[in-house]
Protein backbone atom coordinates (compact mmCIF):
# COMPACT_ATOMS: atom_id res chain seq x y z
CA UNK A 1 0.00 0.00 0.00
CA UNK A 2 1.07 3.14 -0.77
CA UNK A 3 3.42 5.19 1.72
CA UNK A 4 0.57 8.33 1.97
CA UNK A 5 -2.28 5.51 2.99
CA UNK A 6 -0.13 4.42 5.85
CA UNK A 7 1.14 7.79 6.78
CA UNK A 8 -2.68 8.94 6.61
CA UNK A 9 -3.36 5.83 8.83
CA UNK A 10 -1.12 6.80 11.82
CA UNK A 11 -1.91 10.66 11.68
CA UNK A 12 -5.58 9.54 12.35
CA UNK A 13 -4.78 6.89 15.01
CA UNK A 14 -2.35 9.17 16.89
CA UNK A 15 -5.40 11.77 17.05
CA UNK A 16 -7.73 10.05 18.22
CA UNK A 17 -5.94 9.61 21.61
CA UNK A 18 -6.51 13.10 22.15
CA UNK A 19 -9.97 13.02 20.77
CA UNK A 20 -10.56 10.36 23.12
CA UNK A 21 -8.90 12.21 26.52
CA UNK A 22 -11.22 15.05 25.60
CA UNK A 23 -14.10 13.15 25.33
CA UNK A 24 -13.40 11.73 28.45
CA UNK A 25 -13.02 15.25 30.23
CA UNK A 26 -16.42 15.59 28.10
CA UNK A 27 -18.23 13.07 30.17
CA UNK A 28 -16.85 13.96 33.62
CA UNK A 29 -18.29 17.89 32.94
CA UNK A 30 -21.19 17.25 31.82
CA UNK A 31 -23.94 16.36 34.02
CA UNK A 32 -26.18 14.79 32.19
CA UNK A 33 -23.30 12.37 30.62
CA UNK A 34 -22.08 12.07 33.78
CA UNK A 35 -25.03 10.67 35.31
CA UNK A 36 -25.78 7.80 32.52
CA UNK A 37 -21.82 6.78 32.80
CA UNK A 38 -22.38 6.42 36.48
CA UNK A 39 -25.35 4.44 35.69
CA UNK A 40 -23.96 2.33 32.64
CA UNK A 41 -20.79 1.52 34.77
CA UNK A 42 -22.37 0.62 37.90
CA UNK A 43 -24.79 -1.79 35.99
CA UNK A 44 -21.15 -3.40 33.78
CA UNK A 45 -20.18 -3.78 37.39
CA UNK A 46 -23.05 -5.46 39.27
CA UNK A 47 -23.35 -7.76 35.72
CA UNK A 48 -19.99 -8.53 36.04
CA UNK A 49 -20.12 -9.46 39.61
CA UNK A 50 -23.03 -11.72 38.90
CA UNK A 51 -21.37 -13.26 36.55
CA UNK A 52 -18.18 -14.04 37.94
CA UNK A 53 -19.37 -15.35 40.97
CA UNK A 54 -17.84 -18.62 41.03
CA UNK A 55 -17.98 -19.42 44.98
CA UNK A 56 -22.20 -20.18 45.17
CA UNK A 57 -22.80 -23.24 44.19
CA UNK A 58 -25.63 -24.91 41.86
CA UNK A 59 -28.42 -25.73 43.82
CA UNK A 60 -27.13 -23.66 47.42
CA UNK A 61 -29.46 -21.02 46.76
CA UNK A 62 -31.74 -20.11 49.99
CA UNK A 63 -28.93 -21.68 52.27
CA UNK A 64 -26.77 -19.29 54.67
CA UNK A 65 -24.08 -19.47 52.93
CA UNK A 66 -25.17 -18.60 48.86
CA UNK A 67 -27.24 -15.55 50.75
CA UNK A 68 -23.82 -14.49 52.17
CA UNK A 69 -22.27 -15.13 49.34
CA UNK A 70 -24.73 -12.95 47.13
CA UNK A 71 -24.02 -10.06 50.03
CA UNK A 72 -20.45 -9.98 48.98
CA UNK A 73 -20.92 -10.34 45.44
CA UNK A 74 -23.19 -7.07 45.31
CA UNK A 75 -20.73 -5.79 47.64
CA UNK A 76 -18.08 -5.79 45.27
CA UNK A 77 -20.56 -4.83 42.76
CA UNK A 78 -21.22 -1.35 44.65
CA UNK A 79 -19.25 1.38 43.17
CA UNK A 80 -18.65 4.33 44.54
CA UNK A 81 -19.77 7.37 42.26
CA UNK A 82 -16.01 8.21 41.04
CA UNK A 83 -14.81 4.69 40.92
CA UNK A 84 -17.94 4.53 38.59
CA UNK A 85 -17.53 7.82 36.72
CA UNK A 86 -13.19 7.01 36.02
CA UNK A 87 -14.36 3.42 34.86
CA UNK A 88 -17.01 4.92 32.24
CA UNK A 89 -14.87 7.34 30.70
CA UNK A 90 -11.62 5.04 30.22
CA UNK A 91 -14.21 2.99 28.60
CA UNK A 92 -15.74 5.61 26.43
CA UNK A 93 -12.13 6.88 25.73
CA UNK A 94 -10.92 3.42 25.00
CA UNK A 95 -13.89 2.52 23.03
CA UNK A 96 -13.60 5.51 21.00
CA UNK A 97 -9.79 5.30 20.26
CA UNK A 98 -10.82 1.55 19.19
CA UNK A 99 -13.28 2.56 16.86
CA UNK A 100 -11.31 4.67 14.89
CA UNK A 101 -8.58 1.89 14.65
CA UNK A 102 -11.23 -0.32 13.73
CA UNK A 103 -12.08 2.22 11.06
CA UNK A 104 -8.94 2.89 9.67
CA UNK A 105 -8.33 -1.11 9.68
CA UNK A 106 -11.66 -0.86 7.46
CA UNK A 107 -10.77 1.57 5.22
CA UNK A 108 -7.55 -0.04 4.34
CA UNK A 109 -9.00 -3.13 3.86
CA UNK A 110 -11.67 -1.54 1.20
CA UNK A 111 -8.68 0.24 -0.05
CA UNK A 112 -6.78 -2.74 -0.35
CA UNK A 113 -9.63 -4.38 -1.97
CA UNK A 114 -10.83 -1.87 -4.51
CA UNK A 115 -6.99 -2.16 -5.82
CA UNK A 116 -7.35 -6.07 -6.21
CA UNK A 117 -10.78 -5.14 -7.99
CA UNK A 118 -8.92 -3.09 -10.11
CA UNK A 119 -6.33 -5.81 -10.89
CA UNK A 120 -8.57 -8.95 -11.99
CA UNK A 121 -10.62 -6.08 -13.93
CA UNK A 122 -6.92 -5.15 -15.82
CA UNK A 123 -6.42 -8.40 -16.14
CA UNK A 124 -9.75 -9.59 -17.82
CA UNK A 125 -9.54 -6.30 -20.03
CA UNK A 126 -5.88 -8.00 -21.28
CA UNK A 127 -7.10 -11.67 -21.17
CA UNK A 128 -9.65 -10.52 -23.50
CA UNK A 129 -7.44 -8.18 -25.96
CA UNK A 130 -4.98 -11.20 -25.82
CA UNK A 131 -8.40 -13.29 -26.87
CA UNK A 132 -9.19 -11.22 -29.68
CA UNK A 133 -5.63 -11.11 -31.07
CA UNK A 134 -5.17 -14.73 -30.83
CA UNK A 135 -9.08 -15.15 -32.83
CA UNK A 136 -7.37 -13.06 -35.67
CA UNK A 137 -4.14 -14.55 -35.88
CA UNK A 138 -6.00 -18.15 -36.52
CA UNK A 139 -8.04 -15.86 -38.92
CA UNK A 140 -5.01 -14.85 -40.65
CA UNK A 141 -3.47 -18.58 -40.36
CA UNK A 142 -6.58 -19.97 -41.98
CA UNK A 143 -6.24 -17.29 -45.18
CA UNK A 144 -2.54 -18.15 -45.43
CA UNK A 145 -3.59 -21.91 -45.17
CA UNK A 146 -6.08 -21.14 -48.17
CA UNK A 147 -3.64 -19.34 -50.11
CA UNK A 148 -0.99 -22.19 -50.05
CA UNK A 149 -3.64 -24.31 -51.16
CA UNK A 150 -4.25 -22.18 -53.93
CA UNK A 151 -0.49 -22.02 -54.74
CA UNK A 152 0.04 -25.50 -54.69
CA UNK A 153 -2.77 -26.10 -57.03
CA UNK A 154 -1.73 -23.51 -59.14
CA UNK A 155 2.10 -24.89 -58.96
CA UNK A 156 0.68 -28.33 -60.00
CA UNK A 157 -1.74 -27.19 -62.44
CA UNK A 158 1.58 -24.51 -64.34
CA UNK A 159 3.66 -27.49 -64.09
CA UNK A 160 0.89 -29.82 -65.78
CA UNK A 161 0.68 -27.13 -68.35
CA UNK A 162 4.72 -26.85 -68.83
CA UNK A 163 5.10 -30.22 -69.31
CA UNK A 164 2.29 -30.40 -71.59
CA UNK A 165 3.84 -27.59 -73.84
CA UNK A 166 6.83 -29.55 -73.98
CA UNK A 167 5.33 -32.40 -74.84
CA UNK A 168 3.44 -30.71 -77.60
CA UNK A 169 7.02 -29.04 -78.50
CA UNK A 170 9.21 -32.54 -78.53
CA UNK A 171 6.07 -33.84 -80.60
CA UNK A 172 6.77 -31.33 -83.31
Given at each position: ???YVKAF???VKTA???LAKRLRVMIEESARARRIAIDA???ASRVSAF???DDVAIGESGTRRARAAEKKTLARAAMSEEQALRAASEFVGEAFVFAVAGGVVWWEVDKSNA???KRRADAAAERAQLSLIIDAQHETMADMAALIEDLMAYKKASTAAVAASQREAAAR
Open positions: MAMALVSKPARWVSRKDE
